[in-house]
């Protein structure tokens, strides 16, 4: 069965360290999400991508995101300058195979800890 | 803006049913995802539901009322490892927006 990949599982940095979050999606999906839950909170959206742009972000996305498919196959989130508060699960999801908003499918995700 | 409300925890007892409650309120709304989660772990697709009423896949079903800004998941014949939390998810335009989830305690 089809996939949404992650890499890495667990990452840990120093603050104010850049740190690149990588997911393969799943390959016929055209829509990818980020979105993180920190521990014990909900899952909070961060941004979507489609047609190689973004389509829509919240409050959280600031000018510390970035979100890229840098070869049209790995969707990866870049964090510039991380915080301690940066500290959460991200998660990856893709869908839209069979038009937008039908499905959307979670990887594993990145424990991503902030010291 | 969105707004999904959703009650924090739940109880009830292996074989018995469940149903979880979500209301919305949110411009431009698409339709409505149920995803499950548990500790630790990413959430995973249940359903979606577009048009009004109820859709059923084995021991979960979901029913969904557009006017009312109302969705339910019901689970039945429910199984310890059903114990996990629940969240309601609306979309509109190209985001997925979470509720708060709800926590479901299974009792033997």
């Known amino acids: 069965e089809p996939e949404v990949t992650q890499t890495p599982s667990h990452q840990v940095t120093q603050m104010g360290q850049e740190v690149i979050l990588r997911c393969v999606p799943i390959?016929?999906?055209?829509?990818f999400y980020w979105y993180r839950q920190i521990l014990g909170q909900k899952v909070e959206f961060l941004v979507s991508?489609?047609?190689?742009?973004?389509?829509?972000k919240s409050e959280i996305f600031d000018d510390q995101f970035s979100v890229e498919r840098p070869d049209g196959s790995n969707f990866t989130l870049k964090i510039r300058s991380t915080k301690l508060e940066d500290s959460a699960m991200y998660f990856c999801?893709?869908?839209?195979?069979?038009?937008?908003?039908?499905?959307?499918?979670f990887g594993q995700g990145t424990r991503l800890t902030v010291v | 803006g969105q707004n999904i409300d959703q009650p924090t925890e739940m109880t009830a007892t292996e074989g018995a049913i469940v149903q979880i409650n979500c209301t919305y309120q949110?411009?431009?709304?698409?339709?409505l995802f149920w995803y499950q989660q548990h500790a630790g772990e990413a959430p995973t697709f249940l359903s979606y539901?577009?048009?009004?009423g109820l859709e059923e896949k084995g021991r979960f079903s979901s029913f969904l009322s557009r006017s009312k800004g109302y969705s339910y998941l019901l689970l039945k014949e429910l199984q310890m490892k059903d114990s996990a939390s629940y969240l309601c998810?609306?979309?509109?335009?190209?985001?997925?927006?979470f509720g708060k989830g709800t926590r479901l305690h299974i009792l033997p």
């Open positions: 999801a893709t869908g839209g195979g069979g038009g937008a908003n039908t499905e959307a499918f």
């Open positions: 390959s016929n999906h055209l829509y």
């Open positions: 991508f489609y047609n190689n742009e973004i389509s829509e």
């Open positions: 949110t411009s431009g709304f698409n339709g």
């Open positions: 539901n577009v048009l009004d």
């Open positions: 998810a609306v979309t509109r335009d190209d985001k997925i927006i």
